[in-house]
């Protein structure tokens, strides 16, 4: 059997996720797959068009390569892909979902409640931008580019106070020691699937992965990721979800913010796993509505 060829881009977190997944399907086929770096180069010129784009811009790069037949397989942060599917791929995995918080990364072991009066806290997320205006409105919020270490290398020149990412992503990367508080996810939801892993195949090739994909894992990021497509909202919104299954039941609650911080809708509902045939969907659909009727239109 030849070897998979799974693509990924040349930043560090691409790699070290890919490289995760190749290990997994090593694992469970015997066969290490070739690891292929799509667009290292062109990367950089990506990134500037993100900033306008969203980070979707990254995944369309990876999705040509698959779609022209240069890799089999590719991996995304799912919180950074798309809602809307591309024709001619399919999502045939969602592994185990890791930690969903965001991190605050400050100088001295500050948190968010001790960080002083104007203090400058760097993120690239509307979302985080809107929860920082919201909770601490005496902070100046700063836009940031860049990868991990850069982000975390505004802290420590002292450029920075502050700066918030994915705990998940500091963990892949073995940067959970600049962690100076984890951010709960009952008042500060994260993005839609944030902490898991999507793996892309071009339909047909669904067994290629598929005994990657965690069942409970797959319902809880759908459900938050459905509500986002359902409020027609890119994966660079002002959007918090957070579901969880407890004793049969899921349960879904997502936040929409004005950019400003200084307003902001809930919404909250519940059902049991086995009492419909699409769960996720369901549940996305009341929080969606409810949302919608609550006025988070007029905020997005």
């Known amino acids: 059997m030849a070897a998979l060829r799974v693509?990924?881009?040349?930043?560090?977190?691409?790699?070290?996720?890919?490289?995760?997944?190749?290990s997994a399907l090593a694992a469970k086929s015997g066969v290490t797959p070739e690891i292929v770096t799509i667009s290292t180069e062109g990367d950089r010129s990506l990134e500037s068009l993100a900033v306008l784009g969203g980070t979707g811009v990254f995944a369309s790069a990876l999705r040509d390569a698959l779609l022209a037949g240069e890799v089999d397989v590719i991996v995304h942060s799912l919180k950074?892909?798309?809602t809307a599917a591309q024709p001619g791929l399919v999502i045939a995995a969602i592994p185990k979902r890791v930690d969903a918080r965001d991190a605050l990364c400050a100088r001295d072991a500050l948190t968010l409640d001790t960080l002083p009066a104007g203090a400058r806290v760097g993120t690239g997320s509307p979302r985080r931008a809107a929860q920082l205006r919201a909770r601490r409105p005496d902070l100046a919020v700063v836009d940031i580019r860049g990868n991990v270490d850069t982000r975390l290398g505004k802290v420590e020149s002292g450029e920075y106070d502050a700066v918030i990412l994915a705990a998940a992503g500091l963990d892949r990367l073995g940067r959970l020691d600049a962690v100076t508080e984890y951010l709960g996810?009952?008042?500060?939801p994260t993005a839609p699937g944030q902490g898991a892993l999507a793996i892309e195949v071009r339909t047909g090739d669904e067994k290629l992965v598929a005994g990657l994909n965690h069942a409970t894992s797959r319902i809880l990021v759908e459900a938050e990721r459905h509500t986002l497509a359902l409020l027609e909202a890119g994966c660079s919104?002002?959007?918090?979800?957070?579901?969880?299954?407890?004793?049969?039941?899921?349960?879904?609650?997502?936040?929409?913010?004005?950019?400003?911080?200084?307003?902001?809708?809930?919404?909250?509902?519940?059902?049991?796993?086995?009492d419909t045939k699409d769960p996720a969907r369901e549940v996305a659909a009341r929080v969606a509505n409810e949302l919608l009727e609550l006025g988070a239109g007029r905020l997005m």
């Open 80 to 82: 950074d892909l798309p």
């Open 185 to 188: 996810l009952d008042g500060w």
């Open 237 to 274: 919104a002002p959007v918090g979800a957070h579901a969880i299954i407890d004793d049969g039941m899921l349960f879904l609650s997502a936040r929409v913010y004005a950019a400003d911080g200084t307003e902001r809708v809930t919404s909250s509902h519940a059902l049991y796993v086995t």
């Open 7 to 22: 693509g990924t881009r040349g930043s560090a977190l691409a790699l070290t996720q890919t490289t995760t997944v190749a």
